[in-house]
């Protein structure tokens, strides 16, 4: 092995470079040729994808811990990636894995690694969805033969008593690329024609040399955007992590990683998407040799603001196959979504309010089984009304019920029977949705920004954006790494939308100009007994429980606050009159509250308008298009609101020209 410059970084790449399995290899070297650096020298070992090989090479990397190697990347054999990681867990040595797709690989944590690729429990319903496209049945399952290929078989569903698929049936082949192309051509053999799929170790332009002319009618599940953009990620994360700081190593080293990765990880070193099947696609075998797409040097969106509102904009647009670009000044940033309380619910007394919560419902709140990563607790939502809002809510239980949504009026005295912690002091009825609560903000914008990730968008150097100017192809964004250009932008900028658009808010000529509140909350001692999240219109205070994480057991209450006009920040302190003053508003509303402990508090800021939120197209140039002025309530309807955003956005372009 050629040595170089020995104060270059050394870091092993391990993969298949021999055997059947060396087209896999070939990912990991084209990556390496990306990064030629001459501060880093990329080491490649063999482990031919051959799990006791592969537990060989780690023990023999680890072997002298003073050998100088910093990190270890590659390992997409799972079974070798599973023996090989507690070699590299005893050195202290970061493993990054690009393409080990097993779920329960870093399941049970122990740190050490990082995992760009989603789970490959998403392949089985990626091809389901491709063959309700394509109008055909759910394909019935078979293997090469090999321990690989029976695995993913289960995962399937094989085995489970079905009757054997007729001649004319589709058919998943699941297998190694090798293996299940030989087993394609001997089921043609046999007289079996109908549509054939194959799982995601075939994802390689060699399998179409090897499928032939069965290659033109196949189609392949694989990681969305192929596995060499995984891989590249990979790299490209560790060398901005050791540009950033050249000393890293151990666990140091992977935090640095977790900065610079366009993904979140969780805490064992997951994506937040792993459970997330908008992670795999079905393409046709014949696109695996189509020539690399053409570098962007503009995009058709830019979209201004990762809180959860601009993220999940971003990923809906890219969903539909536009370039897109993503403009934040950062994880640090003082957003709303970082500091919301994350109360979930379909009902809301708007009735403009009320249809985004119930579509965001749809979209994700109300779906059978959120990605874990959005942390969603059914903890169950009360709205408590006055007697002036009955009749609204009245509607809105209507409206709910016939969209799906289970939702109940009940009375006070039902209210105070099934929670005696709260009290139903002037509440003339409430509106009860079981499948309400509350989920993690910050966790449920990581999601929706790892699907635009995965989706092709482009996330930009973070950065605050002080400008959007007009330019020939639509709007040029200035960034602190240079300028963008872009057909349209999308401003989900939440607190900062105001002072970036200037005048051009709001849409209502002479209207009231937005203006920024400051919103906080404490966390109390719970009262022990189950409670559901709360929003108050009485009174303005809101509550949930705190089942789990920092504050646990604990409950999460919020009282407003008068001040307007404030500086968009947010932080993790309260001052001792500011938890006397929501102690003092909340205790007609869980009277315990004055009595337990004060266990910590969050402040934050958001956008407020009477006549908001504002999500459409502005007047004016350059094209832009807001989704802004949430007034607290931003959170809930994020999924809602960025499926009209982008609707606005694609009308927009189809007005302007051609669109994919």
Excluded at 12 to 23: N, Y
Excluded at 644 to 654: H, I, P, T
Aim: hydrophobic share 45%.
């Amino acid at each position: 092995m050629a040595r170089q410059d020995p104060r270059a970084v050394r870091v092993a790449v391990v993969g298949p470079f021999s055997g059947p399995r060396a087209a896999w290899g070939e990912l990991l070297t084209r990556a390496a040729a990306g990064h030629t650096d001459p501060g880093f020298a990329w080491e490649f070992h063999d482990d031919r994808g051959d799990a006791e090989e592969a537990e060989r090479v780690a023990r023999a990397l680890t072997a002298d811990p003073g050998a100088g190697v910093r990190a270890v990347v590659g390992h997409f054999n799972s079974l070798g990636a599973a023996r090989a990681l507690p070699w590299y867990r005893q050195a202290g040595l970061p493993l990054l894995l690009p393409l080990a797709t097993d779920p329960d690989l870093l399941a049970r944590g122990g740190g050490g690694a990082l995992r760009w690729c989603p789970h490959d429990a998403g392949q089985p319903g990626a091809i389901r969805r491709a063959a309700q496209d394509l109008g055909i049945a759910v394909p019935a399952v078979v293997d090469d033969g090999s321990a690989y290929g029976r695995r993913l078989a289960e995962r399937f569903g094989a085995g489970s008593g079905k009757a054997p698929p007729a001649p004319d049936d589709p058919l998943v082949v699941c297998g190694t690329h090798h293996g299940a192309a030989a087993t394609a051509h001997r089921l043609r053999a046999e007289g079996r024609q109908g549509p054939l799929f194959f799982t995601d170790d075939c994802a390689v332009p060699e399998f179409a040399d090897l499928l032939g002319e069965l290659a033109d009618a196949a189609r392949v599940v694989r990681l969305r955007g192929g596995p060499q953009r995984q891989v590249d990620a990979a790299f490209a994360a560790l060398v901005g992590a050791l540009r950033t700081d050249p000393a890293a190593t151990g666990d140091r080293l992977l935090t640095a990683v977790r900065a610079a990765a366009d993904l979140s990880f969780d805490a064992d070193g997951d994506p937040v998407d792993a459970d997330d099947a908008a992670g795999w696609e079905v393409v046709p075998v014949t696109r695996l040799t189509a020539p690399a797409a053409a570098a962007v040097t503009g995009y058709d969106v830019v979209v201004v603001g990762a809180g959860v509102v601009g993220a999940a904009t971003a990923a809906e647009l890219a969903a539909t196959g536009l370039s897109v670009a993503v403009a934040d000044p950062g994880p640090r940033a003082a957003s709303a979504t970082r500091f919301s309380g994350g109360l979930v619910r379909a009902y809301e007394p708007e009735p403009v309010v009320r249809a985004l919560a119930v579509r965001s419902h749809q979209l994700l709140w109300g779906t059978a089984a959120p990605p874990r990563s959005a942390g969603l607790r059914r903890t169950g939502s009360v709205v408590l009304l006055g007697p002036d809002d009955v009749a609204e809510a009245e509607r809105g239980v209507g409206e709910l019920t016939a969209a799906g949504i289970k939702a109940d009026l009940l009375t006070p005295g039902e209210l105070t029977g099934r929670w005696p912690d709260l009290t139903a002091s002037g509440v003339a009825a409430a509106v009860w949705e079981p499948g309400g609560g509350y989920a993690d903000p910050a966790g449920t914008a990581a999601l929706y920004l790892a699907r635009a990730v995965r989706h092709g968008a482009v996330l930009l150097p973070p950065g605050s954006v002080p400008a959007l100017e007009p330019h020939r192809r639509g709007v040029r964004v200035s960034t602190p790494a240079g300028s963008v250009t872009a057909r349209c932008a999308v401003v989900a900028a939440g607190s900062g939308t105001a002072a970036l658009l200037g005048d051009r808010l709001p849409p209502r000529p002479g209207g009231p100009a937005p203006r920024t509140k400051r919103i906080r909350y404490a966390f109390f001692r719970g009262p022990g007994r189950p409670l559901p999240a709360v929003s108050d219109l009485t009174s303005g205070i809101w509550g949930r429980p705190q089942l789990d994480g920092p504050y646990a057991g604990g409950h999460l209450t919020g009282r407003p606050v008068d001040e307007w006009d404030v500086p968009a920040e947010g932080g993790d302190t309260l001052t001792d009159e500011q938890v006397a003053h929501i102690r003092a508003g909340v205790g007609h509303r869980w009277p315990w509250i004055a009595q337990v402990a004060f266990q910590g508090g969050r402040f934050g800021t958001d956008l407020y308008h009477p006549d908001g939120p504002f999500v459409g197209l502005l007047p004016g140039e350059p094209p832009v298009v807001v989704a802004a002025c949430w007034s607290g309530a931003g959170f809930k309807t994020a999924p809602g609101a960025a499926e009209e955003a982008a609707g606005a956005v694609r009308c927009l372009l189809q007005w302007q020209g051609a669109t994919p």
